[in-house]
């Protein structure tokens, strides 16, 4: 069974970088599409950045083009998540998910995602 844990949230200010790491255990995530997804309170949860098994084709929101980079280590397991020059309306709950997925190939419903981390908070405040 695949187990994802995110880590690497916390309190920046706006303008300050942060770097989420998705951590997998159980099964190895050489076949698996990775996104991660965000949700603000009272909002719906939303793509942030996915990418293909392979790494080769990220996919990004509009609103974090340019500032966020997602890649992946297969070698460690593990998915990561740069944010750079973070805004106040990037503040969410960030998760990170998993799901078996053909190559270049991941996904941008959450629906389509089985494997899900608890989240880690971001908060972006002066």
């Known amino acids: 069974q695949l187990q994802l844990v995110e880590s690497g949230g916390g309190l920046v200010q706006p303008g300050g970088s942060l770097r989420l790491s998705c951590a997998a255990s159980g099964v190895s995530l050489d076949y698996y599409a990775i996104g991660w997804f965000r949700q603000a309170p009272g909002k719906e949860r939303e793509l942030v950045s996915c990418i293909t098994r392979g790494g080769d084709i990220p996919k990004y929101a509009d609103s974090v083009k340019g500032r966020f980079t997602i890649s992946r280590d297969n070698a460690k397991n593990t998915a990561y998540l740069q944010m750079n020059s973070l805004k106040p309306e990037d503040t969410a709950v960030y998760y990170c998910?998993?799901?078996?997925?053909?190559?270049?190939?991941?996904?941008?419903?959450?629906?389509?995602?089985?494997?899900w981390g608890q989240g880690t908070q971001v908060t972006v405040s002066s």
């Open positions: 998910t998993a799901d078996r997925a053909p190559p270049y190939v991941c996904y941008v419903s959450p629906g389509l995602y089985d494997y």
